[in-house]
């Protein structure tokens, strides 16, 4: 009985030791790794939202990670495809596109609305005061989209223009591409554009809100706007919410701890999580690449759109 326990006992001693041992060697491999987000806000506003995240990160995986704001979507892709952004922030067409040209990336957590929901949606905003009702009242004018790479600012915008007969090249005087969802909405309410592509999560959670929260919309005379100020008239339907992903092929343990610290995080560091959707996200849940198999299929719709305007 006596040997058994000692048995076991080593077992369990050489079996830590082998796990920490594991540990320090993909800490050794990576004692610094890069984060990116893709543009969702302004630059600045992606720091203040993430960077007490990265802090929490850097602490519970031991290692120094850093926070890389893209430029635009491409620029996240095309960091993982040469290895140099370990970890990555997402949106659901961006992170499609990754896949289909080869990165070697999993997704690996989803974001979750309030009311437990896994999705979110694409509106066209115009002003209240205007005219436009409905998309058809917007022949000639200027439509302002987000990024060629962002799911609810440009592909399903396209493929909802498409179901109701409308060739947005051809339908619209100009076609704005922002670069960011921010600077769509700033663009809407400062005549930049006549309509803009936006997500929307719910009546009071969406780009909209969070930046009406923060007083960023004003119009072009510097007049605060309010949400009454604004009206969508097309809503598409559900998208699949954004997903985190890391390199497939950095060591196994490496992405359990990643994994597992942003499990984690709503419990170990609750302010900085909450930071992150201004308190409106509900935990993290575990997701895969093939949740993202119909985002897939949207965008290969829009390239072959493309391809037949050409």
Known sequence: MINRRIFVASATALAFTASAASAENWKTKYPEITFAVVPAENASGVTERFTPFVAYLSKE????????????????????????????????????????????????????????????????????????????????????????????????????????????????????????????????????????????????DSNLTRMLAKNMVKSSDGTPLKKEDFRIIVKSDLIINSPYAYLSDLPEDMKAAIKQAFLDAPEKDKDAFKKLSDGKNLPWQPIANEDYNKTIELIKFVDNLRKKAS
Do not use: C
């Open 61 to 204: 995986l031991g290692i120094k990670v850093n926070l890389r704001i893209a430029n635009d979507y491409a620029a996240v892709i095309e960091g993982q495809r040469a290895g140099n952004i370990q970890l990555a922030y997402y949106g659901p067409a961006s992170f499609s596109r990754a896949r289909v040209t080869g990165v070697k990336t999993d997704a690996f957590v989803i974001d979750v609305n309030a009311d437990g929901s896994k999705g979110y949606y694409s509106v066209f905003y115009v002003l209240a005061k205007s005219p436009y009702h409905e998309l058809n009242d917007l022949k000639g004018k200027n439509l302002g989209l987000v990024d060629p790479n962002s799911t609810s600012g440009n592909n399903m915008p396209r493929f909802k223009m498409n179901q109701m007969g409308v060739d947005p090249e051809k339908f619209f005087s100009q076609v704005v591409f922002t670069g960011s969802h921010e600077n769509a909405v700033l663009a809407l309410a400062q005549g930049t554009v006549d309509v803009a592509a936006n997500w929307w999560n719910a009546e009071d």
